[in-house]
């Protein structure tokens, strides 16, 4: 498989503390990656500074084959590669299907904006289309009903489905999600599940940073184990059942699918 998101000897250090430690990993094209450790492990600062929330000590970081450590993430985003939170971020004054329309960046979005107001033939029938598009998304995550709600007016769970829905309409390259299940309920968690799934069959490849390893299990093609700011193990999660480190890094205890409902 490809390799899309090249992480090589990534290092990040606040005081004396190591964060991230000579990190090493690849994400391939097309698949999706799981990224799992113990609290403290460095995963969610090895995903700061992948998507450029941080800057890296040292280390490289390459996408697509392109150096972005140390770029802006917006410019990150433009490139290709999005990110979502552990809490959903939305326009929260803006309505669900107009958090959607921009969630997909190129160069003729002030051009879309010109059309509402309508300029040109062409401008307006491009509008249309995105319009369309945002809806037909909306349908499929049971969300039409509210595309005139405010997104701020929503429950927690119906905002993490709109940022899914986002996701969708963006198209990125690659998306990394982080702790998409995070008090989330079994029919969400479904529903989750299935647009993540549905993520790589519509041609964006996925990174998951996720304590749920029921669901990590059931999703991914390949998984990262991270303790104490380095990489311990890579494989298909089956394969880390015997894995000593990995086994020690989660005080003896893998947990099956069977002991969560997701």
Request: aromatic share 6%.
């Amino acid at each position: 498989m490809t390799a899309l998101l090249e992480v090589h000897d990534l290092s990040k250090h606040f005081g004396g503390l190591a964060a991230v430690n000579a990190c090493t990993f690849t994400a391939a094209e097309g698949q999706i990656t799981g990224l799992i450790g113990p609290n403290g492990a460095g995963k969610s600062t090895a995903i700061d500074l992948v998507s450029g929330f941080k800057i890296p000590d040292t280390g490289t970081v390459l996408f697509e084959g392109s150096q972005v450590q140390g770029k802006a993430p917006h410019r990150i985003s433009r490139m290709g590669m999005i990110r979502t939170f552990q809490t959903p971020r939305e326009w929260p004054a803006l309505t669900v299907l107009e958090n959607l329309l921009l969630a997909r960046w190129d160069g003729r979005r002030e051009r879309f904006w010109r059309s509402v107001r309508g300029p040109s033939r062409a401008e307006k029938a491009a509008a249309a289309d995105q319009v369309v598009r945002a809806r037909n998304i909306l349908d499929e995550f049971s969300l039409l009903e509210l595309r005139n709600e405010r997104a701020g007016n929503l429950s927690g769970g119906q905002k993490r489905l709109v940022e899914f829905a986002r996701i969708r309409m963006a198209q990125p390259r690659l998306v990394i999600l982080d702790e998409p299940m995070g008090g989330v309920n079994p029919v969400l968690g479904e529903r989750m599940a299935t647009a993540v799934l549905g993520f790589v069959t519509d041609g964006t490849s996925v990174v998951i940073v996720e304590h749920n390893l029921p669901f990590i299990e059931r999703v991914t093609d390949n998984v990262i184990v991270m303790s104490e700011g380095r990489v311990i193990a890579e494989g298909p999660f089956d394969s880390l059942r015997s894995n000593q480190d990995v086994v020690d890094a989660y005080l003896g205890e893998m947990p099956t699918y069977d002991d969560a409902v997701v």
